[in-house]
């Protein structure tokens, strides 16, 4: 069961969302270099005790897994989009697994499927999501949370958001606040790349936290204001109120609205560029039914991801789509963010 929305003075978490740290794994060495950075990560956030050690653990054993038995995968790591703690993420294209309850065994490992060390990773993380398929590769998240704010490792909502190879800077920016309305998220693409696009994204962001539940288009018009001697940006805001999903954006920032069979609604934002010549923002309201899944994304997500989506990639929870997305559709020229909250599923 997902905890209820809190009001925006509840627990931290809705500020700015870090640039996500990815660790491609394309040789054993690599291993290392997942390690250190989980456990930087780790201490960045704050978490107590033995847990950046923890979690040094869990990014040597995916990265292990990876570097032994599969091909074409990466690491994602960083802190929870909302709460306390990180996530590690392992997607890979390889062979899958055949008989995963046996890979999460202690002890259990074969040269044909990924297994060594996931028994060991669901003991240390407070959640463990693993989602595979023969012939096309696995998904793992690893959320680690202090004792006291396991719920927040919970929750059903992701996101990531890395900058441009080569770019010390992202002008990307998402943010989700849980407030009395319902999840809201903000994506912001600050226009073109560097320094001033970042410090466009930063400014929307600060503006957002300051009423993340008021209506969207005043979101969107105090955006606009505090970015009116920045170089301005595309943005949207995507609210899950009830079984209704409000967006409202300006610019290439899209929504798609899934369903567990179907891609439900595809969204793009109104012409303009916020804090240039931004247009009056419209609300375009949808039906979002319980196990709806809305994802929110910048164009350097390559769109036509949403046009027939497989089965397989429709059903994943969000660390595990914002992670099978980013993997598969980015492009790594541009700045990519991608953000997911899943409506809970009605009690029976």
């Known amino acids: 069961m997902t905890p209820g929305p ?9 500020a700015l969302a870090e640039t996500t740290r990815a660790v491609p794994i394309d040789h054993f060495s690599a291993v290392h ?8 990560v780790a201490e960045r956030c ?5 847990l950046p050690d923890q979690a040094a653990v869990v990014a040597s054993e995916l990265a292990s897994n990876i570097a032994k038995h599969a091909n074409g ?4 790591l960083q802190p929870l989009t909302y709460g306390e ?11 899958g697994m055949r008989e995963l309850e046996r890979c999460l065994t202690d002890g259990y490992t074969t040269t044909n499927t990924l297994g060594a060390g996931l028994g060991a990773i669901g003991r240390i993380a407070t959640t463990l999501t693993i989602r595979t398929r023969s012939g096309t590769g696995t998904l793992v998240c690893a959320r680690l949370a202090p004792p ?3 719920a927040d490792a919970e929750r059903p909502l992701a996101s990531l958001c890395l900058p441009a190879d080569g770019e010390k800077h992202c002008g990307d920016a998402v943010t989700v606040a849980l407030t009395d309305r319902g999840p809201t998220a903000l994506v912001v693409d600050g226009l073109g790349h560097g320094a001033e696009a970042a410090e466009a994204a930063r400014a929307a962001v600060r503006t957002f936290r300051r009423a993340p539940d008021a209506d969207l288009p005043d979101l969107l018009t105090a955006a606009n204001r505090a970015l ?5 940006a595309a943005l949207a805001v995507l609210r899950l109120e009830g079984a209704t999903a409000s967006y409202c954006g300006v610019g290439n920032v899209r929504a798609v609205l899934l369903s567990p069979d179907d891609v439900a609604h595809r969204l793009t934002g109104q012409p ?6 931004m247009p009056p923002p419209q609300v375009r309201r949808l039906g979002a039914p319980a196990g709806t899944t809305a994802v929110l994304h910048t164009d350097g997500l390559d769109h036509r991801w949403a046009r027939a989506p497989e089965p397989f990639l429709l059903r994943l929870p969000p660390p595990l789509l914002t992670a099978a997305l980013v993997h598969g559709f980015r492009s790594s020229r541009d700045d990519t963010t991608v953000v997911a909250v899943k409506t809970p599923q009605r009690p029976r």
């Open 272 to 277: 303009g560029v916020v804090g240039w010549n």
């Open 46 to 50: 704050g978490l107590p005790g033995a």
């Open 6 to 14: 809190t009001s925006p003075s509840g627990p931290p978490g809705g």
């Open 73 to 76: 995968g990466s690491l994602y």
């Open 33 to 40: 270099l997942a390690a250190a950075t989980a456990r930087a």
């Open 85 to 95: 703690g990180m996530e590690v993420i392992a997607v890979d294209r390889g062979p």
């Open 148 to 150: 006291r704010r396991t």
């Open 228 to 232: 009116r001697h920045s170089r301005g």
